[in-house]
């Protein structure tokens, strides 16, 4: 392996002129863990690592900012599992959490680290997308945010630029919504998923009021269903509803094959899921 | 190539290392320290035989940059038994209770039992399975680990002791 230098910035500042917006080997780390795989299997060859570990509050925990809730970049995933306002406010995120990879591993990765890897596989990205999350992002020309929804370009590429880095995860507040996470394995429980499809519904009686569906997983990037919301929003979750946002969601979705599962499969998997996740949320 | 000295505690001592910048734990646990009982097998984080654990808490070795180390604290599968050669009880209940064949994977397994019963001593099947589903036993030891997990936390429990 070619040679490269690990940094230990104390402070954002200075974490960011370790950076360099013209060098893509040069790369910001959490834990380390997607980014230890990515060393060893030779996909990536860094010249720089800065490590952020030494960066404190805003980059760490979890807080309440008025009507939202803000999750500090280096938080560990463990972090955010055992933290009882995350339970509360976002329970889909706390479920979601225990079939995550396991114990060792949520205890170094971390939220930022887990976003900005951009891999379409993974559980929490695709429910920030679906509750309205927004990544905060510093460079050098200052802070900006882009909402989940839109961080992701490609297979592994977000909007994240080299010299840039994730600070800070912020969540609305969803008052009234119910949400699932519905990782879908089709071998062993820590296989990654076929699909991932995460169902976020706040209801009037049994009406849909308002509806964000995203799937992962079988697509290059977390993709919200918008037709398949178009047909349930308003409306009561019915069978027939039910089967007509299955065909929607099946046609908008470019789902791949692969050794999980070939697309007649998955798209199976899609409509089955979009039943089962509504009747799960439908309940309250 | 780059080497760092850097200080940390390994199970229980003050001591340095010199690293290269892409050695992980495991690496250096065995090159500078001859220490074997924490083993990179899938090199993935999935199969749990490197466990170690940092500042308390269970990581996967092979997934921890070396460099990373510094100024922590490393305990691993030798720090556990007395200096008089007494075993922990979690690794005695491993014995008692047969809960191993090869003994290739069993080191991650006491190191991940011991992270469970810090966090709950008196843990239920399910915590048991879902603290362990990142640690496999390809001689399919499971139904003796779990038993001996369950050994451990009662005698650990009818000691008074950790």
């Known amino acids: ?284 | 190539m780059t080497t760092r000295h850097i200080s940390f505690t390994l199970n229980g001592r003050a001591v340095t290392a010199s690293v290269q910048p892409h050695e992980n734990l495991i690496d250096m646990l065995t090159t500078a320290f001859g220490l074997r009982g924490a083993r990179e097998s899938c090199g993935q984080g999935l199969c749990g035989c490197c466990t170690v654990h940092v500042d308390g808490q269970a990581v996967s070795g092979c997934l921890f940059l070396a460099d990373m180390a510094e100024g922590t604290r490393i305990d691993t599968i030798e720090g556990l038994g007395g200096a008089d050669g007494t075993l922990d009880p979690v690794q005695q209940a491993f014995i008692d209770a047969g809960a191993f064949q090869c003994g290739f994977c069993t080191p991650g397994f006491v190191m991940m039992v011991k992270t469970l019963l810090a966090d709950d001593p008196d843990p239920s099947d399910d915590t048991i399975r879902h603290y362990l589903s990142g640690n496999l036993c390809r001689c399919s030891a499971y139904p003796e680990i779990v038993a001996a997990t369950k050994l451990a936390a009662r005698r650990i429990a009818a000691e008074g002791r950790p």
């Not at chain 1, 490590?51 to 500090?72: N, Q």
């Not at chain 1, 969540?171 to 699932?180: D, I, K």
């Open chain 1, 1 to 284: 392996m070619a040679d490269f230098t690990i940094e230990y910035p104390g402070t954002l500042a200075e974490a960011l002129s370790f950076l360099d917006p013209d060098d893509p080997s040069v790369r910001p780390v959490g834990g380390g863990t997607a980014l230890m795989l990515m060393m060893k299997s030779q996909m990536f060859h860094p010249t720089r690592l800065v490590c952020l570990s030494r960066l404190s509050e805003p980059m760490t925990g979890c807080r309440e900012d008025g009507d939202h809730i803000r999750i500090g970049a280096m938080t560990t995933l463990s972090q955010v599992e055992h933290s009882a306002l995350i339970a509360a406010e976002f329970p889909v995120i706390h479920n979601a959490m225990k079939n995550l990879a396991n114990v060792r591993v949520r205890n170094v990765a971390t939220i930022g680290g887990n976003l900005a890897h951009g891999d379409p596989h993974l559980d929490l990205p695709p429910i920030w997308a679906a509750l309205g999350a927004e990544a905060i992002i510093h460079g050098p020309s200052g802070q900006r945010s882009v909402k989940v929804e839109d961080l992701f370009q490609g297979y592994y590429e977000t909007d994240v630029a080299d010299g840039e880095l994730i600070t800070e995860i912020r969540v609305p507040r969803l008052p009234g919504w119910r949400a699932t996470y519905r990782k879908v394995t089709t071998r062993a429980l820590h296989d990654w998923p076929a699909i991932g499809l995460t169902l976020a519904a706040r209801f009037d009686g049994d009406r849909i009021a308002d509806i964000r569906l995203v799937l992962s997983a079988a697509v290059d990037i977390p993709q919200r269903l918008r037709g398949a919301e178009e047909v349930l929003r308003g409306h009561r979750p019915d069978a027939m509803l039910l089967a007509r946002a299955g065909d929607s969601a099946a046609a908008e979705a470019p789902m791949e094959h692969d050794s999980r599962g070939s697309v007649d499969y998955k798209v199976h998997l899609l409509k089955v899921h979009i039943l089962r996740g509504m009747n799960e949320i439908g309940k309250g």
